[in-house]
């Protein structure tokens, strides 16, 4: 039997958990480092499979390709949930889908979301350019202090409040809206409830921590941008979806507001030549808030336990439960 892991960017995988408890198994396993060119490409490389174990949302699974992969038997989704998979799909083909919950941290993503708002802040990744060449402080215009600031924070979950806490500490002012957020459950969350407009006009950082759904995809569009201050700072560390992508590139032309960090884009990786790697008033990140051993140890050891138990005939932390109760395709 054929196990594939996808998108092996930094060729980590093999060494960071016990593969040879599959080996053992009869398990034999390929690794992927390139992300797919198209559909087209990842059902060619992937039809031999029977097995995938996918790295969070880094490559789709449209029912488009997941029709076209004859071989399939089981997938592993590190992480919950992935807005980019068609679970249902994989279901109406009898194809279970476990995935790996519980065990990694929310720091590494919001240690880096918080990182990236103070990178924004000072502009640090330009005038790190600027002192390799020798310029100094010539042509630093970016001199923002968080203290006395005002962040709003979208969405006040796990992350949310994590931000908060880091806003606080800093000495700033957070404010707080989300759909099903309350007053009482901002305040729990170390944050003041504000409406969404509120939020973006009198906020000098807006930091994003919703989830991807039907509700908030295009959450921050050409209007929510001009309702926020010219020297507001945005940084989107969830899922690129949630800002609308072309008007965020027509509010950083026009400095419509001053600058952006976004560790998450519309379709990743994110090309050499995208609109934003030509702008001067954004800091880019490529989707790095999960990337630390200790995540992708929990990822890989939770994926070759979920294939020992679907090998056993005991399939666990299903995602389609349902599916047990089809045959397989």
């Not at 398990?27 to 087209?40: M, W």
């Not at 490389?45 to 449209?62: D, N, S």
């Not at 802040?121 to 202090?145: S, T, Y």
């Not at 807006?206 to 509700?215: C, E, Q, T, W």
Request: glycine share 8%; hydrophobic share 45%.
């Amino acid at each position: 039997m054929k196990l594939a892991l996808l998108d092996d960017y930094q060729k980590v995988a093999l060494r960071l958990a016990d593969w040879d408890r599959l080996k053992k198994r009869g398990i034999d396993i390929t690794v992927f480092h390139e992300p797919f060119g198209s559909v087209d490409d990842a059902a060619q490389k992937l039809a031999p499979f029977q097995i995938l174990g996918l790295l969070r949302e880094r490559t789709a699974f449209p029912r488009a390709l997941i029709e076209k992969l004859p071989n399939l038997k089981f997938m592993v989704l590190t992480g919950a949930r992935a807005a980019s998979l068609d679970d249902k799909s994989a279901t109406e083909r009898g194809i279970p889908i476990s995935t790996t919950p519980g065990g990694g941290s929310n720091a590494p993503t919001a240690e880096l979301g918080w990182a990236l708002l103070m990178m924004c802040a000072r502009d640090l990744a330009k005038a790190e350019r600027l002192a390799r060449q020798g310029k100094w402080h010539d042509g630093i215009e970016q001199m923002v202090v968080l203290e006395g600031k005002r962040l709003g924070i979208l969405g006040l979950g796990k992350l949310g409040s994590r931000a908060a806490r880091y806003g606080k500490a800093f000495g700033m002012d957070v404010v707080a809206w989300s759909q099903n957020l309350t007053p009482e459950k901002a305040e729990a969350g170390g944050a003041k409830y504000v409406s969404k407009d509120e939020l973006l006009a009198t906020s000098d950082f807006v930091s994003i921590h919703l989830a991807l759904s039907d509700r908030t995809r295009g959450l921050i569009g050409a209007a929510d941008l001009a309702k926020m201050k010219k020297t507001a700072i945005l940084v989107n560390t969830s899922r690129g979806p949630i800002v609308d992508e072309a008007a965020l590139i027509a509010a950083l032309k026009n400095r419509t507001i001053m600058h952006a960090g976004l560790d998450v884009y519309d379709k990743e990786p994110m090309s050499a030549g995208h609109p934003f790697t030509k702008l001067d008033n954004i800091t880019l990140i490529p989707h790095l808030g999960y990337v630390v051993e200790e995540s992708y140890r929990h990822f890989y050891d939770g994926t070759i336990k979920d294939i020992e138990a679907w090998l056993d005939g005991k399939p666990i932390n299903l995602l389609n439960p349902e599916v047990l109760k089809k045959k397989p395709a």
